[in-house]
């Protein structure tokens, strides 16, 4: 499964992946998906909001155990990230064959769409539209680089745009929804455990900061008749560094628009996006309000114009504590071991969902902690170990 997938949406320069929401490669990979179900005799279904199902089971029974992730990328990111939990949730389903399993509940499998967000920059799309947490209206107005909508994004890719919106009745058929995927840090490597239990998901969002100058010509305007938005972008960028090792966060401007966008020519217009994660919502306030309030400050000393707007924001997410004890559990059942409980800076469709339906995670060891990225890796060992840890899962959620 691993070799077939490898291939698909990976970019021949940089060797990372470009597997965006509507794509031809995540066609290919939703594809893949469909042959996965199909070949395991999984009843293969679409939902309202574009996300794959492969039922085993009636999915009208109720109190379904669920598994899965995602299979669309960050530009240029690694293999792991999403892939890893889809592919270890049918490996898992053939490892409980092989052990003989009775299954006396559902089984699903889901691949949700759009969790990274790199087209439309609104993550978990596919999971929010189906909480509720994402309405109609919002997810019209979405909008890739290009201009196009996400209707019509999904209509090219041969979706029904139409019937989008929240999906309870698809919610209150599953008992418990359990996410595997490789860790987004090194807390594994550095205790010497190959699998993890979430605890909790940090507070985390997306501000876009849009500084406005004056255009000019770089080579024939003096430096004092200057506006340019440029220099409080930079100073800003600076300051998120400062205020995120001063609170124990982390914040990042990640990605920038820049207007005209001409070598020789003073920017007009500077747009950033700032990510910024904590491990609460009061630390997330003091980095986020510290940052805004540099920004401001720069701006005014340069004569510029600076509108803030927050693009998305999730909350804290505590998973399910009696899900996640018994996850510990049925992991040291057999061998009297702990498994290791940890918090984590990165959104999931878990997290997500968790509001609605009990969810829960298992993390993969990264041992460079590296994620988002081509040198993102997981060792085979540790991924078979995350096969075997969630089939132990599903076996005892879902089997007798």
């Not at 559902?106 to 691949?111: M, Y």
């Not at 929010?128 to 209206?137: F, I």
């Not at 510290?290 to 400050?297: I, L, M, N, Q, T």
């Amino acid at each position: 499964m691993w070799a077939e997938l490898l291939p698909i949406g990976r970019h021949p320069d940089s060797g990372g992946y470009r597997r965006y929401a509507w794509s031809g490669a995540d066609g290919e990979c939703r594809a893949w998906f469909e042959e996965q179900a199909v070949a395991r005799g999984l009843a293969h279904e679409v939902d309202r909001n574009g996300n794959q199902w492969a039922w085993l089971g009636d999915p009208a029974a109720g109190d379904a155990v669920v598994t899965g992730s995602h299979l669309d990328s960050v530009p240029d990111g690694g293999a792991f990230d999403g892939p890893l939990g889809v592919v270890s949730s049918f490996a898992a389903l053939d490892e409980l064959r092989a052990r003989g399993a009775r299954f006396t509940k559902p089984l699903a499998i889901v691949n949700f769409g759009d969790e990274e967000g790199a087209r439309f920059g609104l993550a978990c799309v596919g999971s929010r539209l189906t909480a509720g947490h994402l309405t109609v209206e919002q997810a019209h107005r979405l909008t890739d680089a290009d201009g196009v909508t996400l209707p019509r994004a999904m209509e090219a890719a041969g979706y029904d745009p139409g019937a989008i919106g929240a999906d309870p009745e698809r919610l209150a058929r599953i008992g418990a929804f359990v996410e595997l995927h490789v860790e987004q840090g090194r807390a594994l490597d550095l205790s010497g455990d190959r699998v993890g239990i979430a605890s909790a998901i940090w507070p985390h969002g997306r501000w876009r900061f849009d500084f406005r100058g004056e255009a000019n010509h770089a080579g024939t305007t003096r430096l004092v008749d200057r506006r340019d938005p440029m220099l409080s972008y930079a100073e800003t960028v600076l300051a998120a560094r400062r205020e995120a090792e001063l609170a124990g966060a982390v914040a990042t401007f990640g990605k920038i628009s820049v207007e005209p966008n001409g070598v020789n020519a003073i920017p007009s217009l500077v747009r950033g996006w700032l990510d910024s994660r904590a491990a609460d919502q009061a630390t997330l306030d003091t980095v986020v309000g510290g940052v805004e309030k540099a920004a401001r400050e720069y701006a005014d000393a340069h004569g510029i114009d600076l509108d803030v707007v927050r693009e998305s924001f999730t909350p804290v997410v505590e998973f399910d504590h009696a899900l996640r004890d018994e996850l510990g559990r049925l992991l040291g059942k057999d061998t009297g071991l702990t498994v290791p409980v940890l918090g984590t800076g990165a959104g999931h469709d878990a997290g997500i969902l968790s509001g609605r339906i009990p969810t829960a995670m298992l993390f993969v060891r990264n041992p460079t902690g590296v994620s988002h990225s081509p040198a993102e890796h997981a060792a085979e060992d540790d991924c078979l170990a995350g096969v075997r840890a969630l089939a132990d899962v599903l076996e005892g959620l879902a089997c007798t």
